[in-house]
């Protein structure tokens, strides 16, 4: 099997990440203009608790494949590839089934006692067949993680996204004349056809090559795997507990959300409103950076994994800098960048700019989030998964004290909220990296601190030299693209200039490799 390194594996998850981002812009701009806020309100008030859902069911199995398949690997045992693949697939089968079910029974009291508002049930009811699809797909991608080959993932990702825009628009549409909550239907049964699409590809690409034939022999694999199944559940169950407070979180969210602007004196259509603006609007373009981050963290465990195999740590810290430079890299830019344009993004986006106030409140805090993926993926390739887990508890438990705290209060209402969400982002990152320093001594260097300073500052400085100069010109978008080009050219010299990437780094990405020498 190919297997790549691990710039490269990055790399190619970051390339399709981006396809994906754009896409998925391009998708909720559809979405936004053709329902507004109150209908993106609705769509986002029903997906947390599939994504609850969703945790239960896969358990943390994915993590744990990627680990553990990873290790077997390295030490050039197929045997316990296989083991491991045969094991997963019957725990999928049997959460899967379960959870789809209860899913299907508990639609209703979640969207008329739990979420406030009944015309969430028909969005929660039709986005319930993805749970298995997901669950499939789920194990398939770990196995490919471990293996260190990220090239079906990558593709695999890009088809759902291709496949969901193209459905996307038709359905909202035809369903919009028979009310808003049948147009939130319509945009999450887009949702589950690329989920099949991306998920009959992985199933293809598993097969054709046929690498663990997983049929074969099936229950004669079972027979024999408790220490298997043990090794398993010592990474899946902590990352289960760390997602499933995530989940639970973000199912949670909105209900506490919607109590206290209740408290506070808010209308029901009004509360969905503003939540449709931080949760559509804001949040998305906050979260645009971390298509890189992700792809990094996906590809850091096996890579941790494997070097903890061999007893090589000073290999386990370079890959953790390498992870925090990129990943800090890729948020500076659009912190600067949201921070100082938030308004015209928006508008040109989404036809409205109400949703700025959250963003240049929030932008800055966001840093730290960009940098808390490869931290907690770190944690997991060092069998440190229950710290993560701690960790992810802490952070929600203060999040949603604050947040009731504030959002309750009428003169701040839904700035509380984001007030709140981002300080969870700086404190479970702070903690992540202290069990990191408790455990194998890693810190940031100092150098590296530096460097970020000078990098943000620098950049900030310069965009709003920018915007002093020609802000004027940010009603027209060829003349607002030109700024943000001229202002990305600034950032990249930086970054050259302070080795954020470096020569090695470079050599290592496909095609660039021909131009550094």
Not at 65 to 89: C, G, H, W, Y
Not at 98 to 103: A, C, K, Q, R, Y
Not at 146 to 174: H, T
Not at 265 to 277: L, M, N, R, S, V
Request: net charge positive; glycine share 6%.
């Amino acid at each position: 099997m190919t297997k790549q390194s691990f710039i490269r594996g990055t790399f190619m998850l970051i390339i399709a990440g981006m396809i994906t981002r754009l896409l998925g812009f391009i998708n909720r701009i559809v979405i936004a203009r053709l329902m507004g806020e109150e209908g993106v309100g609705l769509y986002m008030m029903a997906l947390p608790s599939l994504f609850l859902l969703i945790t239960l069911t896969q358990i943390g199995l994915p993590i744990a494949i990627s680990k553990r398949v990873a290790e077997a690997n390295a030490k050039n045992d197929p045997f316990k590839i296989k083991q491991i693949i045969t094991l997963s697939f019957l725990i999928i089968a049997c959460t899967s089934t379960v959870f789809t079910i209860s899913m299907f029974f508990l639609a209703p009291f979640v969207a008329n006692y739990l979420l406030t508002d009944a015309r969430t049930l028909y969005p929660m009811l039709f986005i319930t067949p993805i749970i298995p699809i997901i669950a499939i797909s789920s194990v398939i991608k770990g196995y490919f993680q471990g293996m260190q080959n990220m090239k079906p993932q990558s593709y695999a990702i890009v088809i759902e996204q291709i496949v969901r825009i193209s459905v996307v628009f038709f359905l909202v549409k035809l369903l919009l004349p028979y009310g808003i909550e049948f147009a939130a239907t319509g945009a999450v049964i887009s949702v589950v056809i690329g989920e099949v699409a991306s998920c009959l590809y992985l199933l293809y690409i598993f097969k054709r090559k046929k690498i663990v034939p997983v049929r074969k022999k099936f229950f004669s694999f079972l027979k024999n795997s408790t220490t298997t199944r043990k090794q398993m559940m010592s990474i899946a169950l902590p990352n289960t507990g760390s997602r499933l407070i995530s989940s639970f979180a973000n199912f949670l969210e909105p209900i506490i959300v919607a109590q206290s602007l209740a408290i506070a004196g808010y209308a029901t259509k009004e509360a969905t409103k503003q939540y449709g603006e931080l949760t559509g609007y804001a949040m998305p373009l906050l979260y645009l950076p971390t298509f890189i981050t992700n792809s990094l963290s996906i590809a850091l465990i096996p890579f941790i994994s494997e070097a903890v195999a061999h007893n090589d740590y000073p290999l386990v810290h370079n890959r953790i800098h390498q992870s925090i430079r990129i990943s800090f890299a890729s948020g500076a830019l659009a912190t600067i960048v949201f921070s100082l344009f938030s308004i015209p993004i928006l508008t040109y986006m989404y036809d409205t700019s109400n949703a700025s106030k959250y963003i240049i409140l929030m932008a800055p805090f966001f840093l730290f989030l960009y940098i808390q993926a490869p931290l907690q993926s770190a944690l997991f390739g060092l069998d440190l998964a229950k710290y993560a887990m701690w960790n992810s508890l802490i952070g929600s438990t203060f999040k949603f004290i604050t947040l009731f705290l504030l959002a309750s209060n009428a003169s701040l209402g839904m700035m509380g909220v984001a007030i709140a969400v981002s300080a969870s982002v700086v404190l479970i990152t702070l903690l992540h990296l202290a069990v990191l320093y408790k455990h194998i001594h890693f810190k940031l260097r100092t150098i590296d601190i530096g460097k970020m300073f000078i990098l943000i500052g620098a950049t900030g400085c310069a965009g709003f030299l920018l915007k002093t100069m020609f802000g004027h010109y940010t009603e027209n978008l060829l003349a607002f693209l030109c700024i943000l080009v001229l202002l990305t050219i600034f950032y990249i010299i930086l970054l050259i200039v302070l080795k954020f990437i470096t020569k090695e780094e470079l050599k290592q990405i496909p095609y660039v490799n021909k131009f550094v020498t």
